[in-house]
């Protein structure tokens, strides 16, 4: 079994290297069309931005979710708030959409969530 081994000058090793890496994901959200005019996006910079800044304290609810259910200790003794984050969280998720939609009325009245969609569809002053 005498096998002759090749080495490679650097250069060669790095070419080789180079063309077998696949493509990144790009990190921000990719634009997909849309067919449905509730999810088409708006042209409203700030309504984009606060919907961004909810997507992004649902990530955070979610992640601390997960520790706690992770975690035996934290789990016995914070398990009961863990139903609670998840709620929370995906409430911020179903209020970005809404935000993030160019028809908020039509987005609003797509909520999966019965109570939230009551209270957004709700008429009148808030007093």
Same mark, same amino acid.
């Given at each position: ?45 700030? #309504? ?52 993030? #939609? ?22 009148? #002053?808030?007093?």
């Amino acid at each position: 079994m005498n096998k002759a081994v090749r080495f490679r000058s650097p250069e060669q090793f790095r070419r080789e290297a180079v063309a077998q890496v696949a493509p990144r994901r790009p990190i921000r959200r990719v634009e997909v069309p849309v067919t449905d005019p509730a999810l088409a996006q708006t042209d409203h910079p700030l #309504s984009r931005r606060l919907a961004e800044e909810l997507d992004f304290a649902w990530r955070q609810l979610n992640s601390l979710a997960n520790s706690i259910a992770r975690d035996g200790i934290m789990a016995a003794r914070h398990g009961s708030a863990v139903p609670t984050l998840d709620n929370v969280g995906e409430t911020l998720g179903q209020l970005a959409v809404v935000l993030r #939609s160019a028809t908020p009325e039509l987005a609003a009245d797509r909520v999966p969530g019965a109570e939230l969609r009551a209270r957004l569809q709700r008429r009148g #002053s808030i007093n």
